[in-house]
């Protein structure tokens, strides 16, 4: 009969076995499953450019000087293919640790200067995969919490008047050039082309024009479906102020 007491041996192997991986499972702890694996979001700042379709009844961000158009709640796409963002590729969303930095890039980058005054501030969220840098990182995901506009009217600063802002208004992109100095240098999506830029206006130049409209804070809000708000000039923190 030794066939079947190594079949009754083989039973209570398995049946040990099985119980042992039984108890496996349920030993480690739940919570430290869903730590690991639940992206807790970190929180950055950068600058974008507002836009508005040429009808007005749409309004998205892009990037100072590249990339395409994005929405508030976004997910990186790589022309490479990457499924996400690798240190050997540039894709995925930008952002800087402090609105210190992001504001500091001006006096560093010249086409930083060139995209100013017109640059917003963005807090967003980063999630997904994010790599790290010594300045701030490249997220996978990005979600925009709130949009910062600048308080001061633009054309009056084109004038060389400091006025409060009251509202926005909606003009032709001002191509940036090397000559002038000034404008937006983002080519970017071309899809993009028609739209025009916003800019900060005080309550004698926030004024609608035939095909320029002129926009409160709430509704550009409810365009990009996220908070919006005036931003003092001169004001700048760390993220979460
Ligand atoms: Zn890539
Ligand atoms: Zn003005």
Request: net charge negative.
């Amino acid at each position: 009969m030794p066939a079947v007491v190594l079949l009754v041996l083989l039973i209570v192997v398995l049946v040990l076995l099985l119980r042992a991986v039984g108890s496996v499972d349920p030993s480690i702890p739940a919570e430290g499953i869903a730590e690991g694996s639940a992206d807790e979001p970190i929180l950055a700042v950068k600058r974008a450019h507002v836009r508005l379709s040429p009808e007005g009844d749409e309004a998205t961000l892009t990037g100072l000087t590249a990339g395409s158009r994005y929405a508030v709640d976004a997910t990186a796409h790589c022309p490479r293919g990457c499924p996400e963002p690798r240190p050997t590729c540039r894709c995925g969303f930008y952002a800087m640790r402090s609105d210190v930095e992001s504001r500091n890039l001006p006096h560093e980058a010249s086409w930083a200067r060139r995209s100013e005054p017109l640059s917003v501030r963005l807090d967003v969220e980063l999630s997904g995969v994010v790599l790290e840098y010594d300045l701030g990182y490249r997220a996978q995901r990005q979600r925009v919490i709130e949009v910062g506009i600048p308080d001061r009217c633009v054309p009056c600063a084109e004038q060389g008047v400091d006025r409060q802002a009251a509202g926005l208004i909606a003009r032709p992109r001002r191509v940036g050039s090397h000559l002038s100095g000034q404008g937006n240098p983002y080519l970017g999506d071309p899809s993009l082309r028609s739209w025009s830029e916003l800019r900060s206006a005080c309550i004698d130049h926030w004024v609608s024009e035939p095909g320029w409209p002129a926009l409160s804070l709430s509704e550009l809000a409810d365009l990009l479906d996220t908070v919006v708000a005036w931003e003092a000039s001169g004001t700048a923190g760390p993220v979460g102020r």
